[in-house]
């Protein structure tokens, strides 16, 4: 069993709409998760990082943490094509980041 | 404010030749991690450093060795290349608050390809 899951994709969605990004991990010692950006070529670049249990918002980006059901997503508000990118998600642990292979999202307009 | 820089940007090497990859961390960062990320793939962690020492590292073989520089920049270095060692290599930096999550930043890569 891979440390961080997500699904590949491709997630196609339309410009405007709500895109849902999901990403489970099995570490129960990941103490922190984040979510890159990256657009094909580029390296990742950083988008939110969570902590605790619950919501944090940015602009039209909001994570979701529930430790529990060891289970991080990512919200993406009013989506655009230049959002179209593979999104990765990252536990932390004892000084590294594990992260899952990507979900490519696609904004069509 | 400069942020994280690596250097070359694109690399072309024959098998069983040997690499060195650099980074300079973002401004005021002191840690330095390298990961590999094949194409399709996540990035997968090599090895950190702090304070001129190797914290951490993954499953990579021996032939993976890195430094760390009192200016806090890095070196990635490949001995005895294998075509499967072509990947985008990427530098992060962050603040050496280990055991928290401090929030890594990367640089824009070394593409590597091994023919």
């Known amino acids: 069993q891979k440390e961080v899951e997500q699904n590949s994709g491709p997630l196609s969605v339309p410009e405007g709409a709500i895109a849902s990004l999901n990403c489970t991990y099995s570490?129960?010692?990941?103490?922190?998760f984040f979510w890159y950006r990256q657009y094909s070529g580029k390296s990742p670049e950083l988008i939110m990082s969570?902590?605790?249990?619950g919501d944090k918002e940015d602009g039209r980006f909001t994570a979701q943490l529930n430790k529990a059901s060891q289970y991080v997503s990512l919200l993406i508000r009013d989506s655009q094509p230049s959002d179209s990118a593979t999104y990765l998600c990252?536990?932390?642990?004892?000084?590294?980041?594990?992260f899952g292979t990507g979900t490519r999202l696609q904004v069509f307009p | 404010d400069a942020g994280v820089t690596q250097s070359p940007t694109h690399l072309i090497k024959t098998r069983g030749q040997q690499v060195t990859l650099r980074c300079s961390p973002k401004s005021g960062h002191d840690t330095v991690s390298w990961y590999q990320q094949a194409l399709g793939q996540g990035p997968q962690f090599i090895f950190q450093?702090?304070?001129?020492?190797?914290?951490q590292r993954g499953n990579f073989p021996d032939r993976f060795s890195g430094h760390q520089f009192p200016n806090y920049s890095s070196e990635l270095n490949v001995n005895a290349l294998l075509l499967g060692d072509s990947a985008l290599y990427l530098c992060a930096s962050s603040l050496g608050l280990a055991g928290v999550g401090d929030t890594q930043y990367f640089g824009p890569g070394t593409r590597l390809t091994v023919l």
């Open positions: 990252a536990g932390y642990n004892t000084d590294k980041l594990i």
């Open positions: 570490d129960r010692g990941s103490q922190s």
């Open positions: 969570i902590y605790s249990n």
């Open positions: 450093y702090y304070e001129e020492e190797e914290r």
